[in-house]
């Protein structure tokens, strides 16, 4: 509230007209997380869905009191970037919206999975995307006060565009499996080219400006678009793998080896040899490569909760990953 304040009275616009914007955008954003909720069952924030939202109820206001409405969604849209940069840092402490396991990152532990956070995450290094997001907010809201023009639009085109960009990418590291996915792309990467293409058809319409740079937008993100679904599809970090590979990873136990095949084609058999634990781990087509193989080993290690010791290429493409003896006979995570 504060900021949009600021850059509203910044640039001699007035802080009545702006209060009523903000106080009708709490009401809108109250108004469509009960609606969510009593939809859905569940308590539900889709920033882009309030983003949009709000700059639909602000520029109804505008109108409404006779104010400018470019100016109008400057200020608030900035004010959203600012909101959203806080709102990130609570999901970090939180553990909503997290990222994907990574070599490093942020852990959460069993006061998080009481209060609902993946159980198989518990103590996960997984990517502070979170973080990220709040970083990028935050810049984006200092150019947007400080370097960006000060002619109306500029601030709402700077941020609107940018943002999309923005969580186009860091949709990649997510790793929250309730997400809807549609031909390899998250609802808000689709949601993100929707948004720069209606920027782009405003600006050339003379609505809001900077064609020039709302077109480059959207060109990036269209030749991103396929890669990013490639890139996800073959992905085994992928959020919903992960929860499917956490649901049936077998433990290793002495006797005939426990054998799973996940949905994306990968073979995983558990066993104990001489007391020492051992996965071995193959696909059929096309085969495991080293690099696929690693990353696979890191997150069974992290879902069993132990270091391996060694993971060993074997015949026809597959590898054995062994670890500590941790009295595989009966123990479980």
């Not at 069952?41 to 409404?64: I, N, P, S, W």
């Not at 949905?263 to 696909?283: C, F, P």
């Amino acid at each position: 509230m504060g900021v949009a304040l600021a850059l509203a009275g910044g640039r001699g616009l007035s802080l009545t007209t702006e209060l009523v914007v903000i106080a009708t955008g709490i009401v809108v954003f109250l108004t469509l997380a009960l609606a969510t909720k009593a939809v859905t069952g569940r308590e539900t924030l889709v920033y882009y869905h309030h983003e949009v939202a709000v700059l639909a109820a602000a520029v109804v206001v505008a109108k409404l009191l006779g104010a400018p409405v470019l100016g109008c969604l400057d200020a608030t849209a900035v004010g959203l970037g600012a909101f959203l940069a806080c709102g990130r840092l609570g999901c970090l402490l939180a553990g909503c919206c997290h990222g994907r396991p990574a070599r490093r990152g942020v852990r959460y532990g069993a006061t998080h999975v009481a209060d609902g956070f993946p159980g198989y995450l518990l103590d996960v290094p997984l990517a502070p995307v979170q973080a990220l997001e709040a970083g990028c907010a935050a810049g984006l809201v200092l150019v947007c006060i400080f370097v960006v023009p000060a002619a109306p639009g500029e601030a709402l085109a700077t941020y609107v565009t940018g943002y999309a960009l923005i969580r186009f990418c860091l949709e990649q590291l997510r790793g929250d499996p309730a997400r809807r996915y549609w031909r390899g792309l998250s609802e808000a990467q689709w949601t993100s080219l929707l948004v720069v293409g209606a920027m782009s058809a405003l600006a050339a319409a003379g609505v809001v400006p900077g064609l020039g740079g709302h077109l480059l937008a959207l060109g990036v993100l269209l030749a991103a678009a396929p890669l990013f679904a490639r890139g996800r599809r073959g992905s085994l970090l992928d959020a919903r793998h992960v929860r499917e590979l956490a649901g049936v990873l077998p433990t290793p136990r002495p006797g005939r080896p426990q054998v799973v095949t996940s949905s994306r084609g990968i073979r995983l058999s558990a066993g104990v040899t001489t007391g020492v634990g051992h996965y071995t781990m193959s696909r059929s087509e096309p085969p495991l490569d080293s690099r696929e193989a690693q990353e696979l080993a890191r997150l069974v290690s992290w879902l069993r909760g132990v270091q391996p010791t060694r993971l060993l290429a074997s015949v026809a493409d597959s590898y054995h990953l062994l670890l500590p003896d941790e009295g595989w006979s009966v123990g479980e995570r």
